[in-house]
């Protein structure tokens, strides 16, 4: 017993020797991250898509009889008994005359028009001698004598009812209107 008890010793004691040894303690492990490089952020600009823009016309259309009337006029007045062409009265016709040498196909009536004084008579070959007065000048600015009728209307179509000084010369006028050829 003796024998088995050295034994048994002898092997606790190797048993805790090999156990009490020091071991050298593991080498930490190093596990290297990846190198992470930011890159800078780009915003994209959204994409804006423009619809095209729809010019609606306003006012009236190049060429009609409205446009002569909105950006021309179709009026100019006399003294009394006069068929001279005042300076106002030359500029309108001028415009007149610039209007129709850009629309070459219409054609225009210009009548004359007198107040009420007068006889009957008097007043056709005065509205008569206005129309010519008007026809005569817009021809010499360029425009085809072919293109323009003249009338006289006398005392006949007053534009003002009254008898007055105001509507008398209202009524003292020489009228161009448009026939044909003008934009719809």
């Avoid at 509205?127 to 007065?133: A, F, K, L, N």
């Amino acid at each position: 017993m003796r024998c088995t008890l050295k034994t048994s010793a002898s092997l606790a004691l190797v048993l805790g020797v090999v156990a009490c040894a020091t071991t050298p303690p593991p080498e930490p492990v190093v596990v290297e991250e990846p190198v992470v490089v930011e890159e800078p952020v780009v915003v994209e600009e959204p994409v804006v898509i423009e619809e095209p823009v729809v010019v609606v016309p306003t006012g009236p259309v190049p060429g009609s009889v409205d446009d002569f009337l909105a950006n021309v006029g179709d009026r100019v007045y006399f003294d009394l008994d006069q068929h001279v062409l005042s300076e106002e009265a030359r500029s309108v016709l001028r415009d007149q005359a610039a209007w129709l040498t850009s629309y070459e196909g219409v054609k225009i009536l210009v009548a004359g028009n007198c107040d009420e004084r007068g006889t009957r008579e008097y007043n056709l070959a005065l509205g008569e001698r206005r129309s010519s007065v008007i026809k005569d000048y817009l021809v010499a600015l360029g425009v085809q004598p072919s293109r323009i009728e003249t009338v006289s209307y006398g005392k006949e179509r007053p534009i003002a009812g009254e008898s007055n000084e105001a509507a008398w010369a209202l009524n003292r006028n020489g009228f161009t209107q448009i026939v044909s050829g003008a934009a719809s």
